[in-house]
């Protein structure tokens, strides 16, 4: 990801801290640089650029992330994306409250959503070729996103009720892929 991206991205987490979704704008965002930029021209390229915002700090975060179990480095890596969400909860909130109430933007975001799913993958070291890896990726989607709504309601400072989620939900899953191999 380069500075200027990043630099968008943060303005965006910045400017929704005061502005709903619906009433940020591009100009906002851009300010002067609104015709310079070639990748970053709609709502839309402002929240993939956010996605990869997030990728990009997430690799950085697990970067030396210890070696252990499969479920345990998946735990540890979307438990980083939450933290990551949670350093700017009140804009990514606002940013979900909207796109909750449009399914169809969801999916036009779908590709990006499994790109960071990929990276979250990845970082784990857990295998998502093949026809068997395409199952567990959208396994790993679904537990992202059932967790994520656990996250969107959990008030708690240490983030208690999401680790408990996202620890069931893997755990449910892992009992599920025994019934794959």
Not at 115 to 134: C, D, P, R
């Amino acid at each position: 990801m380069i500075d200027f991206e990043i630099k968008i991205a943060e303005n965006t987490l910045k400017k929704l801290h005061i502005k709903s979704w619906n009433t940020l704008t591009m100009h906002d965002v851009l300010g002067k640089n609104i015709k310079k930029q070639k990748n970053i021209n709609t709502k839309n390229d402002l929240l993939k650029n956010l996605n990869r915002y997030v990728d990009n700090i997430l690799i950085e975060k697990t970067k030396y992330i210890e070696n252990s179990s499969t479920k345990d480095m998946l735990f540890e890596v979307l438990m980083a994306r939450f933290d990551i969400l949670q350093e700017n909860r009140v804009s990514f909130i606002k940013i979900f409250k909207e796109l909750k109430k449009s399914p169809k933007k969801i999916f036009k975001l779908f590709p990006s959503f499994l790109e960071s799913m990929i990276v979250s993958a990845e970082l784990a070291k857990f295998n998502v070729n093949g026809i068997k890896g395409s199952i567990r990726l959208k396994g790993l989607f679904i537990i992202y996103f059932i967790t994520f709504y656990a996250w969107v309601n959990d008030n708690t400072f240490s983030l208690e009720k999401t680790m408990n989620a996202l620890d069931k939900n893997l755990d449910h899953a892992e009992k599920f892929g025994k019934y794959l191999n």
